[in-house]
């Protein structure tokens, strides 16, 4: 397992304590892109997920959700939540040197809430909130789901503590015809297709002009929704 991060100065000092050839960062980065290397943000992962589980769901428990999806005609959807505020701003732009740039964003920090799913064939479902999701708040997007889905579906869901609340599985047990739920292991976010809808959500949000209003900050939500 990789603790650090793999710069061109970590490999070039690699490659003189091995080799005592010394290369320059730069002549670094030219060698490490002839070899295929790309600098990338390196994916996190939680200490407390275990390989194991990981392995097991990948190998065993997937691939009977997916036979038993397929003998239902059943559709699977991957869900998630996230959420995205006006005043996030991580974009960049250029200025003259030790001139930095300047957003205004307003002060007031309003927020918005997001909850989807994405099918395997790309199909995406949302609702947008405020506050935290809440299990009226996913009782009421399940329900919604299920009248527009045509089929029986089979969410796959992380283990946030509302996904396992008694009213969310006494819904689910009077609807077990319609949805039935499937629980991702501890800690495994990135094995979730929604996990890549929501990064894009979020880039795509903090490249536009701040939002002044919370009114602003929906619409622009909306918008970029309906469009994927």
Same mark, same amino acid.
């Given at each position: ?56 769901? *990948? @190998? ?9 999806? &397929? +003998?239902?005609? !059943? %559709?699977?959807?991957?869900?998630? =939540? ?74 796959? *869901? @992380? ?9 969310? &599985? +006494?819904?689910? !047990? %009077?609807?077990?015809?319609?949805? =039935? ?48």
């Amino acid at each position: 397992m990789i603790y650090a991060l793999w710069s061109r100065q970590a490999v070039a000092e690699l490659i003189l304590n091995r080799y005592g050839i010394k290369l320059a960062v730069r002549t670094m980065g030219l060698y490490l892109e002839r070899w295929g290397f790309t600098p990338q943000k390196p994916m996190k992962k939680a200490y407390e997920q275990s390989p194991a589980a990981v392995k097991k769901w *990948l @190998d065993e428990d997937y691939p009977v959700i997916a036979a038993c999806a &397929k +003998a239902e005609g !059943a %559709e699977i959807h991957w869900g998630d =939540e996230t959420g995205v505020r006006r005043d996030d701003v991580r974009g960049r732009s250029y200025a003259t040197q030790g001139q930095t740039p300047v957003i205004r964003v307003n002060n007031k920090r309003h927020g918005l809430s997001v909850i989807s799913t994405v099918t395997n064939k790309g199909q995406m479902r949302w609702q947008a909130f405020d506050g935290a999701l809440s299990a009226d708040i996913l009782i009421d997007f399940l329900r919604r789901l299920v009248k527009d889905a045509g089929r029986k579906i089979y969410l796959i *869901l @992380d283990n946030r503590h509302v996904h396992h609340s008694k009213p969310v &599985k +006494a819904w689910l !047990a %009077e609807h077990k015809h319609e949805i =039935e739920v499937f629980y991702l292991p501890s800690y495994s976010p990135e094995l979730s297709p929604n996990e890549m809808a929501n990064a894009d959500l979020k880039q795509v949000g903090t490249k536009l002009a701040p939002a002044r209003s919370k009114l602003q900050l929906v619409n622009a939500t909306r918008q970029h929704l309906l469009s994927v």
